[in-house]
């Protein structure tokens, strides 16, 4: 579910107003390289400016147009947006600048401020690439590249480098710049010769001139070796060497095989695996790198069982002490990678144990892994994934019900596991019964009931679309977890084995958005945040729109759906498919809390049983001799109170040692 683009639109803004044109300007939005939307952009005199931007992601997608006026400087004065956001709901947004005083609404969210000096807008919902150009046009225009910014923070410009693209009328000279606000990691925007937008790269997404798309190549090289360059910088200044014989003594330890907590311990680690463990404090040996854990917990590091990890989530997973990821969609490629330099030790990031992403290809296919045009081919890509150590295959909507058995066979022949969504026209069971080994997202629980089930209608339900989302917000809160249905499908997960991936947080969400509120997985760590990022962090209009008493109703179900789940034996995997991934695991932990299941089995959930549900447990998941030193020693007992798992002190990964202070402070995080 998760979208790079998602993490970018803070930077975006729009302004419209029908101007006098003096310019057309054409763009082709491109999913993993193929066009699905566009932004047309039209330049008028006197500052004016207008665009029209679309794109179709499986039935989500902004639709909204857009003017404004831009003052001498190019620095916005007038914005107006309207239309649709991502999740289709009301995108409109104004700002204005007059007399130095700036006013801004986007829903109910609305300010006001008295400015002394030129200050750029940064937009609170949809937006779209052109504003990333406007802001940057600014910003080189400025005498320091550097300039406030409304709500609040401020954004500097660096040009990183310059390349050639050929283009349908000749060579086109673009600059690759990069905009840094509170994060030491810069968004990135390309600018031609006349410092128009040319394009960028949002991973999964991207944005060229019209009928360039071959110039994504050569783009998303460059800005992938820039980032990659600042993170092996960041990696090494965050890194303390923890080599030879480290001790950590004093600690109470979470025992994660037994859920018991000891009151004292003192854990030997020799060169990255953990060599001995005592439940009582013992002097350390004078050649040793000794860490105090008095008044601590001392816990194995966590999983995210749900991730699709980029560049921007590495150091947030470090500092939450989150070491180990299961990427459950990305580009293949880029994941081996990842893996690799991870390994070599040139980067920080978690260890990677990546599932092979399948889909047919279709309007509705998503926007990464690889796509099928018949069974033959999928069958294919089930080969090439065992081939190059993936863990897994996740099947998606678009598959069609009779590949699944087919496939599934082909996997557990190769001793991979499969999961993922339920294809459209297919439901849990029929799945389960196919050769599925774990359901992933809630939601897709709730449609194997939806519309009076199977024979009611269930299966002609297009989970293609966002009917996926808004059918269960509608219909979830009339299932009744202890009645016959829910219990025949509890009973066939039983006698299965298969495991359930709830993305529990991110439906939580979906299901009490309350626009103009924080999102439910950030109301913990969003006032941590510079103040600048928190806007992004701020709810608009989403598939629970007129749905409310429904959704919260959905929401109580799912509560009582986990919990008995959870009771029942099958196994809960806690995992984000989010952005801020490192802290709203941590979120996505407290909330499997509330619905009832204790906090010390929360914490094997976390640990120990997502490692066995990988068969990784005989080298990670508990503090145990001859198990890789991947720990975490918290400030407070989480066992008691999870919140606490905000307060991780130090991380050791094999032979590094790391300060989450030390990386909260680089990215303008105020200490928990």
Known sequence: MRHRFSSVLVLFTAVFAAPALAETRAYDWLTIGEKSGELIVEEGEAGALSYRFSFNDRGRGPEIEATYRLDAAGVPTSIEITGKNYRKGDAAETFTLEDGVAKWKSGPTEGESRIEEPALYRI????????????????????????????????????VETAEFKGPGGPVTATLYGLTAASPYPDYIWLDQDRKLFGADFGWFAIAPAGMADAMTIMKARQDAAR????????????????????????????????ETHAQSTVFVQDGVISAVYDKTLKAPDDAKVIDGRG???LPALWDMHAHIGADDYFSYIAAGVLNVRDMANDPDYLIRLRADTAAGKIAAPDVWPMGFIDKRSPFAAPTGMLADDLDEALQFVEWYAQRGFRGVKLYSSIE?????????????RGLMVLGHIPAGMVAEEAIRAGYDEITHINMLFLNFAAGGIEGGAKKIDTR???????????????????????????????????HDPTYTIFQDMFLNEPGEYLTNAVRFADNLPEAARTGLIAGESFNKGLEAEGRATSDAAKAIVKKLHEEGVRILPGTDSSYA??????????????????????????????????????????TPGKKAHLILVDGDPTTDLQDLLKVERVMKDTSLYRPADIHAAFGIEPF
């Open 228 to 259: 990659t360059a600042r993170i092996e910088e960041l990696s090494a200044s965050f890194a303390e060497d923890a080599g030879g014989l480290v001790v950590i003594r004093g600690a109470k330890l979470f025992d994660s095989l037994t859920g």
């Open 401 to 413: 019900p009779e590949w699944v058995a087919p496939i599934a066979e082909a996997a557990h022949a």
């Open 296 to 298: 601590k917990t001392l």
């Open 124 to 159: 609170i919902g949809a937006g779209s690439p052109e504003h990333t150009a406007i802001l940057a046009r600014a910003l080189l225009a400025d005498a320091d590249g550097r300039m406030p910014t409304l709500p609040a923070g401020e954004l500097s410009i660096a040009a």
């Open 465 to 499: 679309t966002p009917q996926r989302f808004i059918v269960p917000i509608r219909e979830g809160g009339e299932l009744d977890p202890e009645g016959a249905e829910f219990t025949a499908l509890l009973e066939l997960m039983k006698e299965r084995g298969v495991a």
């Open 582 to 623: 490192g802290f709203v695991l941590l979120r996505d932990l407290e909330l499997l809390a509330d619905a009832g299941i204790p906090s010390n089995e929360v914490l094997q959930l976390a640990t120990i049983e997502s490692a066995r549900h990988l068969n990784l447990d005989q080298s990670l998941g508990s503090v």
